[in-house]
């Protein structure tokens, strides 16, 4: 990869680089239309990264699909992608890692207390190693993208970072590539996710302030309907990701949730005006 940039030009043309774990869908390649709309040239990383997997997590069977990922990837317009191997990744003694504090620890992270010390870690190395001018990552996961914008920020790296809308199936649930784990009864209750954030939607936008009586409905909705275990129905400030219980004087907060049905964990999220 880094002969390969060493080719590409270093002013004028725009590299971006689109980061994944592979098992690529419509949202992966939406992030490529991003990428497309705004840069000359398109890296797509495709590596399935151990750090960020806690134990006991899905790193073992985490989908890896990289020969029709190659396929997708470049029919939608991406002219390189770097598959590297974990002995390249993270040779023997790999010693350093990269953390951004506070954000790190709530929410995922107080379920995945490593996780993102190991999306951090990851990032960097990739931004170093392909030296991409734009960065796009996907909403879906709105934390990851918080915390890679105050990363860039706090560690000067000279990448413009953008954020890609999420984009949900038809029934709302939004594209994972965990998703191929649900049963087709739980794919089908896994839908209430995105109706119980479209209730808080409405909820804020009928003038309701009390995001404790919404997340509430919220999670009965959730419990109760679908027999989906709640991690955290939360909503933060998108500002400064601190976590707010009543809407008070903001303008939007970010509602985010991590639900699991039968052994798959699910995320999603959404912004929502308030009145
Ligand atoms: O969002 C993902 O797929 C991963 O966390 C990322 C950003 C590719 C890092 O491994």
Redesign the pocket.
């Known amino acids: 990869m880094r002969e390969v940039r060493e080719e590409l030009p270093r002013n004028g043309a725009r590299i971006c680089l689109v ?3 592979g098992a690529l869908h419509q949202g992966h390649l939406s992030l490529v239309d991003m990428a497309k709309r705004t840069s000359d040239l398109v890296v797509m ?1 495709i ?1 399935v ?1 151990p750090t ?1 997997f806690g134990r006991g997590e899905d790193f073992g069977k985490y989908p890896r699909t990289l020969e029709s990922d190659a396929r997708l990837a470049s029919e939608r317009g991406v002219d390189f992608i770097f598959a590297p191997a974990d002995t390249e990744m993270y040779p023997e003694e790999h010693l350093a890692f990269v953390e951004v504090e506070k954000v790190s620890s709530i929410l995922e992270g107080e379920f995945r207390p490593t996780h993102f010390k190991g ?1 951090t870690t ?2 960097a190395k990739l931004f170093n190693i392909v030296e991409p001018h734009v960065a796009v ?2 909403q879906k ?1 709105a934390q ?1 993208a918080f915390i890679i914008k105050k990363m860039v920020r706090d560690l000067n790296f000279d990448v413009e970072i953008i954020v890609a809308p999420i984009v949900r199936e038809k029934d709302g649930l939004a594209m994972s590539s965990r998703n191929v784990y649900l049963s087709p009864e739980e794919r089908e209750k896994a839908a209430v996710l995105y109706s119980s954030l479209k209730y808080a939607e409405s909820s804020l936008a009928s003038g309701k302030k009390n995001l404790r009586d919404i997340r509430a409905e919220m999670t009965e909705m959730i419990a109760g309907g679908s027999g989906g275990k709640i991690d955290y129905v939360s909503f933060v400030n998108p500002a400064s990701f601190e976590k707010v219980e009543d809407a008070g004087s903001l303008d939007e907060v970010l509602a985010l949730l991590a639900v699991r049905f039968g052994q798959t964990r699910l995320i999603d999220n959404m912004m929502l005006k308030v009145k």
Do not use: A, L
Request: charged letters at 5%; a negative charge.
């Open positions: 980061p994944t774990m990383s590596y990264n960020q999306v990851v990032v990552f996907g996961d990851q």
